[in-house]
């Protein structure tokens, strides 16, 4: 398409990046640390620990997976953690020696856990003590042979440390039984790797770094293959992007979505890191009054979430009372920011809702709203430095300005396959090379990227396609409205209906109030012949809403129109 975006980068946003700016992501850290050694690094649960003593942490745990694990250049690792200090120190401290990282979400089934593992041939797993049990049933049918178990405040100073493992798992009791015998405790290592000799490892660009595991919600995971090189390219854009609103050694932010998630691995984790910021680790994103309170403590100068995210945080009282003069990027991503909530995120914090836009398969980011920008327009954004998109019909062919197409990409961020899953790669991949996303989405005159859906998700009525994000935009803007889902469900007469699933702001808002209400903004076709009230919606691990799992229980009742 010309990169006709490019005229409306923000002064200072080169069109290129060096993808090759560090050979890997154990030199990018390095550096870092070196540069930043005596700035904070990291906080979580009001404790700090500055870059120098996050590059120390991290050799230690590197020193102990050569020396006593034995793990070698290639070998994979999981990490089962939420946002606790002890993940990037076993990020780093394994990228360093050369292992690829397995991210695992600790929500995981038995189920989840073996395929993503046995998937990956992992023989290590680093797992806080709150899922343990789950890993323990796991484990007979894996191949591991290394269970490196933590607890929440095992970094933290000694006294605090024991007072808050001890509340955690007597009086809150939130560490389920388990028992393996063989597990070595993340104390013990860090203990006694202080001893040992760290031997460096050279890694280079095209090393893998990551099997980042995707597609859960529609299928069985495949791991995308993210390598040295992608990761580094994505971290170059995001720093372009970003660079003229924020500063080296300046920032903090605020991370409420899980590091395992690879929007804010490469965002927060990453990208921050480069810019030598403080990251505050938000463990349980869900309670929204303890985050909260967590941005009341300190000036943060960005933070990154989903959409059901910032809406929760402007439904609680005490974050419409906080002073946003020092906030400088809000960032949304994940899935798609609705207008209405990207509308009253400008009216409580007087700045604007910033959204991006990737997949798991780009590393993951593809476009960004520019810095600069004053209203949400409901655009994704512009492409970002050295990537290319095309959209693209079903024959392939490239579609013409405003009109819809798939969103197909290229740039040195896309992944470089699917781990042991040549055929499934094949159906992402173009002839010509391009990613093809899955979404569907349109380009303005402007180089502006509108996200229209998934095409997975697209409701055929009457011959018509209806978009579940515009009418699910529509019903979020009604006062009455908490949280919307909407979905495709068979109909005899059109073949598809539009079905909405609504929890309710209002406890006296009506189906018959919702459907008058959209007939003011939707035209016929569109609007949603059944409506379900409930009491909450299913999400992800990072606050997505699921569509499969209410597609498959949407003749469980409820109130109808």
């Not at 991290?58 to 690792?77: C, E, M, P, T």
């Not at 914090?349 to 990737?358: C, N, R, S, V």
Request: with cysteine; proline share 6%.
């Amino acid at each position: 398409m010309n990169k006709l975006w490019l005229k409306n980068y923000q002064d200072g946003v080169p069109p290129e990046i060096n993808p090759d700016a560090y050979a890997s992501l154990g030199e990018l850290f390095n550096e870092s640390c070196a540069k930043y050694k005596d700035l904070p690094a990291l906080s979580n649960l009001d404790h700090v620990i500055s870059y120098q003593q996050l590059a120390e942490y991290s050799r230690i745990f590197s020193a102990y997976l050569q020396q006593v694990l034995g793990a070698r250049k290639g070998d994979r690792i999981a990490i089962m953690l939420p946002n606790v200090l002890q993940y990037p120190i076993a990020l780093f401290g394994a990228l360093q020696a050369g292992l690829v990282i397995v991210n695992v979400n600790p929500l995981y089934t038995v189920t989840e856990l073996v395929h993503q593992l046995n998937d990956a041939k992992a023989e290590t797993i680093v797992v806080l003590a709150n899922f343990a049990h789950v890993v323990q049933k796991a484990l007979p049918q894996t191949c591991l042979k290394n269970i490196i178990v933590t607890e929440l405040a095992d970094l933290f100073p000694w006294l605090k440390s024991i007072l808050i493992n001890s509340v955690v798992k007597y009086i809150r009791k939130m560490v389920p039984a388990w028992s393996i015998p063989q597990a070595i405790p993340f104390k013990k290592i860090m203990a006694e790797g202080k001893k040992l000799a760290f031997e460096p490892v050279p890694v280079a660009g095209n090393d893998i770094a990551f099997l980042q595991y995707t597609g859960g919600t529609t299928g069985v995971a495949k791991g995308a293959i993210l390598t040295h090189r992608n990761m580094i390219a994505n971290v170059e854009q995001v720093i372009a992007w970003v660079s003229p609103v924020l500063e080296e050694r300046c920032e903090i932010v605020i991370t409420p979505l899980p590091l395992y998630h690879i929007f804010s691995l490469t965002a927060n984790c990453l990208s921050f890191l480069r810019l030598g910021a403080l990251n505050v680790l938000i463990t349980n994103p869900r309670d929204i009054s303890h985050l909260v309170k967590e941005l009341a403590k300190r000036p943060c100068s960005a933070i990154t979430g989903v959409n059901t995210l910032f809406n929760a945080l402007l439904n609680n009282p005490d974050f419409v009372k906080l002073n946003f003069s020092s906030l400088k990027v809000a960032l949304g991503g994940g899935a798609s920011v609705q207008h209405s909530v990207a509308e009253r995120w400008q009216q409580v914090t007087g700045k604007a809702l910033y959204e991006g836009y990737g997949l798991t398969e780009t590393s993951p980011v593809v476009c960004i709203t520019p810095m600069n920008m004053v209203n949400h327009q409901g655009s994704i954004g512009l492409p970002v430095p050295s990537t290319d998109i095309s959209l693209r019909d079903d024959n392939n062919n490239e579609v013409a300005i405003g009109e819809t197409g798939e969103l197909c990409v290229k740039g040195p961020q896309v992944m470089r396959g699917y781990w042991n899953n040549e055929a499934e790669a094949h159906k992402v991949f173009t002839e010509d090379g391009w990613l093809k996303t899955g979404d569907i989405a349109r380009m303005d005159e402007n180089g502006f990227v509108y996200l229209v859906d998934r095409k997975k998700d697209m409701i055929l009525v009457s011959g018509f396609n209806v978009y579940p994000n515009e009418v699910e935009d529509v019903i979020a803007a009604n006062p009455g409205v908490l949280e919307v889902a909407v979905l495709g469900v068979p109909d005899p007469n059109s073949g598809e209906a539009v079905k909405a699933f609504i929890v309710k702001k209002d406890p006296q808002l009506t189906a018959d109030a919702l459907i008058a209400y959209c007939r003011q903004y939707l035209t016929g076709y569109k609007l949603p012949r059944q409506i379900e009230f409930r009491d909450s919606l299913p999400k992800s691990n990072v606050g997505k809403i699921l569509r499969r799992i209410l597609r498959d229980g949407h003749n469980a009742g409820g109130e109808h129109n």
